[in-house]
């Protein structure tokens, strides 16, 4: 079955690096994502991996995968307010299908 | 703008209405879905269609109906909800086998309050 798994909040200082962490259950998963949720939008994708790779780098953003243990994380480098959001773990074994995680609220203090 | 648009914004409504949610989008995609968020849950897929044809209705209650009546619009059809039925109720689409690569675009969503 899908399921996936996310701690729920997360503060972090601002310039600090954030880490948020996914599991999920699906060893057939072969796309894993990283939505955004700004206050009173939708979600927005952040980026994506491949199952097959283990390491994404896109500016301040790190996407790390272990797909042996089913973990996933993102890492934001340098934290800004505008990072304030809830980040969602998704993750696709069908064409049409995404199973999401429930959110972690990220909050940036100053 | 996503490309994805949902009205109304926010809606307040008795358990005896009657309402409907409208999605539209222009980005030339053929799958559409209703996802149903509460806080601190994980998103529910409520219903796909794929080329207008409905492909997943996940055990959702009747009072829950779902309208897609071309591949640019999608509609969810309230009646007599109950209180726990209060959430953001967003849509999203998708370009069918592309999904996996490209994941969803969200619309903003509805804020649905049943008092």
């Known amino acids: 079955g899908e399921d996936v798994e996310q701690s729920l909040f997360l503060s972090v200082r601002e310039g600090d690096s954030s880490v948020i962490n996914c599991t999920y259950t699906d060893s057939s998963s072969t796309y894993l994502y990283w939505y955004k949720q700004e206050p009173g939008a939708g979600l927005q994708l952040l980026t994506y991996i491949f199952s097959n790779m283990d390491m994404k780098q896109d500016q301040r953003l790190t996407v790390l995968l272990n797909k042996k243990d089913k973990h996933l994380s993102l890492r934001i480098a340098d934290t800004q307010t505008g990072d304030s959001a809830i980040y969602f773990c998704?993750?696709?074994?069908?064409?049409?299908?995404?199973?999401f995680g429930a959110g972690t609220t990220v909050t940036v203090r100053a | 703008e996503t490309g994805v648009t949902q009205t109304p914004r926010h809606l307040v409504m008795g358990m005896t209405n009657k309402k409907s949610l409208k999605c539209e989008q222009h980005l030339g995609h053929n799958a559409m879905y209703w996802y149903k968020q509460s806080a601190k849950k994980p998103l529910e897929l409520m219903f796909v269609y794929n080329f207008k044809e409905q492909t997943e209705n996940n055990s959702v209650p009747s009072r829950f109906s779902p309208e897609c009546p071309n591949s640019s619009h999608l509609f969810l059809h309230l009646h007599t909800l109950q209180p726990e039925d209060s959430a953001l109720y967003l849509c999203a689409s998708s370009q069918g086998t592309s999904a996996r690569l490209l994941g969803y675009t969200f619309g903003s969503g509805t804020r649905l309050t049943v008092v």
């Open positions: 998704a993750e696709s074994t069908h064409d049409y299908k995404l199973s």
